[in-house]
């Protein structure tokens, strides 16, 4: 036996002149716990530190000290630093300390003597204030975890570094290198969440308090930026295990989040006042000042809505891993999220392939959402966390990738969901397969001069080594993006979708001829546009009625907006073309400021429907003039609105076969290019493509 009942494990970097006040500290604890005979050792481990640090710890007097041990190694690394203490001490307790911070005179005591009054076999005991002082100055209170509860675990971490616990146990769950990742951080979350998993307890040694230096260029300031960090995977977030932990912790002593006002308490009481007063003649930065207009706060305020939701996820998700993951920011009825359910019902016919959707954005309840194909999960994670807490939806994405489909395949299409993720932990992807559908670059108009958006130019091309494909509905969008990101050139793959059979036909009657417009009543669809174009008709005395349908999914819009049209009809929404009531004589007519190739537009191709619409993006790729009245574009809506007149004025007078004509070979095009059967095909080629790649 070393006769030594508490190792202290000092982990030194870079300190310099640091040291001495944080040395001076830790041998007051000491010899207070001499006075109720607790033998203390200091292992001191040197981890790549500066001379001026080395000469320091050569030159300091540890005689007050029962046993100093110095151990130098080169991991540069926190926690295996951390071990290498561990590994090294004598003592049946271990207290981690840093090189920078100081602690309260009776730390040593107050933690050794809960130890000898516990009868619990798994027990970590953490200090009850964490008084900050330097740069910032707080006090944070720390509870139990029986009164913190494993929801707070999952979404934040509730304690902090600084515990005693067994040697022992700690042996048996040793830190992890935590230095150089970057995503993964915190080696002191990661090492609790571990313990929490292996079934340890988390409790209070009252009264005690860790004099928490805040200065700049310390590794918690390093680790803030663009770049997000969360604590490693562990088997308390894998599916099984954390619901297994909420079973094993459930406590009805959790306290709701709730701000627990201490102030007062921490400032009258005359214990606490002595230890701060010790401290600061140590410290003079620590003193009890500077505290009347600091925050004092607890980790009883820590949101539980993180470890709630994933709670949930758990539930939904339990048994189940994933092959293919699509990030989505909602499911409305847009033609983006028609192709990709139409992928995904392709990826899905073969069996070993499962499917996981992830929405992260806010649709209205009021929007119609697309129907999901059967066998595939989709998890709205707005909805999940709400509002309040939606800055978490892609650290939750992480962990739903990492415990539900490690293996995976991701999809992304371009919101500011997926900006979000990226933006966060877009090398957390760099080990996965990451595949991009781009259908059209968002654009406007200022000035008659049509302006391209560069939001997803700049997504692309930020992330052009992360991203390792690019799918699009039509080849002009590709061709213009190969041309700006070279990168794309060898990684990108045009993909014509289907439409689903029309169960409806085109009813056949003689009559006056109409038009029709159906899409998304926002403002990339023109309806502004639409209005012009019903006016000037109006003006010139074609009273040819428009039966406009659709709904606002992105903006709002009045269909009031269309009062003083006299030829505007507004029917409302609708679901599918196939469900608005097309007769023989009736065109399709389309407004459209940019796009890709409109999912609307090959159904009324399938429909065999006359089509009127603007040439833009890749709609030439599936209508030429041969096939249907094709209006060349204008940023110049005078000169764009005389051009549909002049194409509506042709529909209106062209002889019944000349439609036909261009129908027909309008639904040849479509079903050689279209064809489910020919899609299909290409998908199964594209993922035979991704899989080459692999290897």
């Not at 627990?260 to 401290?279: C, G, N, P, T």
């Not at 359910?341 to 954005?361: H, P, T, Y």
């Not at 041309?483 to 990108?492: G, K, L």
Request: proline share 4%; aromatic share 12%; charged share 25%.
């Amino acid at each position: 036996m070393s006769g030594i009942d508490v190792s202290i494990i000092l982990n030194v970097h870079h300190e310099q002149d640091l040291l001495y006040p944080t040395l001076r500290s830790l041998l007051e604890t000491v010899e207070h716990a001499h006075l109720y005979n607790i033998r203390s050792e200091l292992v001191i481990v040197v981890d790549h530190a500066d001379e001026k640090t080395l000469t320091l710890l050569r030159q300091y007097d540890y005689s007050g000290f029962d046993a100093v041990k110095l151990e130098t190694t080169q991991v540069h690394s926190l926690g295996l630093a951390r071990n290498c203490g561990v590994q090294a001490a004598s003592g049946e307790y271990i207290i981690t300390a840093d090189a920078d911070d100081l602690v309260s005179r009776n730390f040593i005591y107050e933690f050794h003597k809960n130890f000898q009054q516990t009868e619990k076999d798994k027990l970590i005991l953490f200090p009850e204030y964490y008084h900050a002082f330097g740069n910032e100055n707080y006090v944070c209170r720390f509870y139990p975890l029986a009164q913190v509860g494993i929801y707070r675990m999952a979404g934040e971490h509730p304690y902090v570094s600084r515990f005693m616990a067994r040697r022992e146990d700690i042996l048996e769950i040793l830190y992890r290198d935590c230095a150089s990742h970057p995503i993964y951080a915190y080696e002191d979350y990661d090492i609790n969440l571990r313990l929490v998993s292996a079934g340890f307890e988390f409790e209070i040694a009252a009264d005690t308090i860790v004099f928490y230096r805040q200065r700049r260029g310390s590794i918690m300031a390093a680790l803030q930026g663009d770049q997000k960090r969360i604590a490693y995977n562990s088997d308390f977030f894998s599916g099984e295990g954390f619901l297994r932990i909420l079973e094993q912790k459930r406590s009805e002593a959790v306290i709701a989040q709730k701000h627990i006002d201490f102030k007062k308490h921490y400032m009258d009481s005359l214990y606490i006042q002595e230890l701060v007063h010790r401290a600061n003649l140590i410290d003079p930065e620590i003193h009890p000042y500077v505290l009347h207009d600091a925050r004092f706060f607890t980790n009883i305020g820590i949101p539980e809505t993180f470890g709630r939701a994933y709670a949930k996820i758990c539930e939904i998700l339990k048994g189940q891993s994933y092959t293919d993951v699509f990030f989505l920011p909602f499911l409305s009825k847009g033609g983006g999220e028609k192709y990709i359910l139409n992928f995904i019902r392709e990826v899905i016919k073969e069996e070993k392939r499962s499917c996981l959707i992830l929405l992260g954005e806010e649709l209205c309840l009021s929007k119609e959402r697309c129907q999901v194909p059967e066998g595939v999960t989709v998890l709205d994670l707005y909805e999940l966390l709400g509002e309040t807490d939606r800055e978490k939806i892609p650290e939750i994405s992480v962990r739903i990738i990492e415990n539900f489909a490690n293996q995976a395949r991701i999809f992304l299409k371009f919101c500011p969901f997926c900006v979000s993720v990226m933006k966060a932990y877009a090398d957390f992807f760099l080990s996965y397969q990451l595949v991009c559908f781009y259908f059209c670059p968002p654009c406007y108009v200022l000035n008659n001069v049509l302006y391209e958006d560069g939001s997803e130019y700049n997504f692309l091309s930020e992330y052009r080594n992360h991203i390792d494909y690019v799918i699009s509905d039509n080849h002009a969008a590709l061709a213009q993006l190969e041309y700006r990101i070279p990168t794309y050139r060898e990684a990108s793959e045009t993909l014509y979708t289907y439409t689903q059979p029309a169960e409806r036909p085109v009813v056949q009657q003689e009559g006056e001829r109409r038009l029709i417009w159906a899409s998304r009543l926002d403002a990339q669809k023109r309806p502004d546009l639409l209005r012009k174009i019903a006016l000037e008709l109006h003006d010139q005395g074609i009273e040819t009625p428009i039966y406009v349908y659709g709904s606002s999914v992105l903006d709002r819009f009045d269909p009031e907006y269309f009062r003083d049209c006299p030829n505007i009809v507004y029917k409302g929404d609708f679901r599918g073309l196939e469900s608005l009531p097309f007769t023989s004589g009736d065109a399709f007519l389309y407004t459209s400021l940019f796009d890709g190739l409109p999912n609307v537009l090959l159904e009324a191709a399938e429909m065999k429907i006359p089509i009127i619409t603007v040439d833009v993006g890749g709609i030439s790729e599936l209508i030429q003039e041969n096939s249907g009245f094709l209006v060349q574009n204008s940023m110049d809506d005078n000169v764009l609105v005389a051009r549909y007149l002049e194409q509506i004025k042709a529909f209106l007078a062209a002889p019944q076969f000349e439609i036909e004509s261009k129908v027909q070979c309008l639904y040849e095009h479509f079903e050689q290019q279209h064809a489910q059967s020919t899609y299909a095909r290409r998908v199964a080629a594209f993922y035979e493509l991704l899989e080459k790649r692999l290897k």
